[in-house]
């Protein structure tokens, strides 16, 4: 049975920390105050000292992710990376981005943010944004079968998914995370997706909780997924939501925008034409975590993310940010259509 608005609105609110607990309270409680403390002292310059952009050793330029456009518009440049708005389909994306090799030696060995997901406070969050993620899928899925979570990281969400009768496996290549998962009993895959070489049509659902956004080309990226699929099997999806209150209101500031990471910044109608372009169908696209305590500090001249500000524009509610899905994450079902 489908939840209703009031349903997915409450329970919304209940895994969104930020809101339910405090924005700094929540930062603080989950150690993410600590995880930035070290990024801050264990992250590379990437920069050139005389130009402020990425070192042409580090980078390598690339066109629209979307539409292969290669004609964007600068929004700003931070930490070195270019964020640019491609002029033809509207993607904002970063280019140059990092090159394979260093991303991936960055993503083996981070242990900081790995330990955050793992926090009490933060496993309490997920815990419940993951069962109302498996009641959505659920809904299309009844007799659930086999997932395979990619970017699986400590893997609460497979632990939830298992609990639930789905036979889980997991792709990470993580060596901090690999362990705690087969410590967990369970299957990991610990090379990137595209070379895994999983059998077609295996899978019955893929999930990629912020994952795409990392993803240099995610339209080769979702073809492996297609093919991996059942017919119509489901694809789920979480992405930071470039259209969010608290990315218009930031801007740069928000933590939204990371280009050594984050190097595709998704708002609902570039997720679905992307879908749509690799043989996925929408099926369902809201928004997650109204950020409404890090805006209320901004606009209150504290500091976004540990400030504790009260409220400061009446009509922004949480019901108000979903309606009209402004939250920090898009939150997408798709189904995969047969060739």
């Not at 394979?100 to 419940?128: A, I, P």
Request: with cysteine; glycine share 8%.
């Amino acid at each position: 049975m489908k939840m209703t608005a009031e349903e997915r609105l409450r329970r919304k609110n209940e895994f969104d920390g930020n809101l339910s607990l405090g924005v700094r309270h929540f930062n603080v409680s989950t150690g993410r105050d600590a995880h930035l403390k070290r990024r801050a002292v264990e992250k590379p310059n990437y920069a050139d000292p005389l130009t402020g952009l990425l070192r042409e050793e580090f980078g390598v330029a690339r066109a629209c992710p979307l539409c292969g456009t290669d004609d964007g518009q600068l929004l700003f440049v931070k930490e070195a990376f270019r964020h640019l708005r491609c002029n033809s389909c509207g993607m904002v994306y970063v280019s140059p981005v990092l090159r394979v090799e260093h991303l991936h030696s960055f993503y083996l060995g981070e242990e900081s943010y790995s330990q955050v997901l793992c926090n009490s406070t933060q496993r309490l969050m997920d815990w419940k944004k993951f069962q109302y993620g498996l009641d959505l899928i659920e809904t299309y899925v009844p007799d659930r079968g086999k997932l395979l979570d990619v970017g699986c990281g400590p893997g609460v969400f497979l632990e939830a998914a298992r609990e639930r009768g789905w036979e889980i496996q997991g792709v990470e290549f993580n060596k901090w995370c690999g362990g705690r998962l087969r410590e967990l009993g369970i299957e990991v895959i610990d090379v990137p997706l595209e070379e895994a070489n999983l059998a077609a049509k295996s899978y019955t659902c893929v999930t990629l909780w912020d994952v795409l956004e990392h993803i240099t080309n995610c339209r080769a990226f979702l073809d492996v997924i297609r093919r991996i699929l059942v017919p119509n099997g489901m694809v789920v999806l979480q992405v930071p939501n470039i259209n969010s209150f608290v990315s218009r209101v930031l801007h740069e500031k928000s933590a939204t925008f990371s280009g050594d990471s984050h190097v595709n910044l998704f708002s609902a109608a570039t997720l679905t034409r992307l879908l749509e372009t690799a043989g996925f169908q929408m099926l369902e696209c809201e928004t997650i975590w109204t950020e409404l305590g890090t805006i209320n500090n901004y606009l209150n001249f504290e500091d976004p993310y540990f400030g504790e500000a009260g409220p400061v524009l009446d009509f922004l509610t949480p019901q108000y940010i979903h309606q009209h899905l402004l939250g920090s994450r898009l939150l997408a079902l798709a189904s995969a259509q047969q060739a």
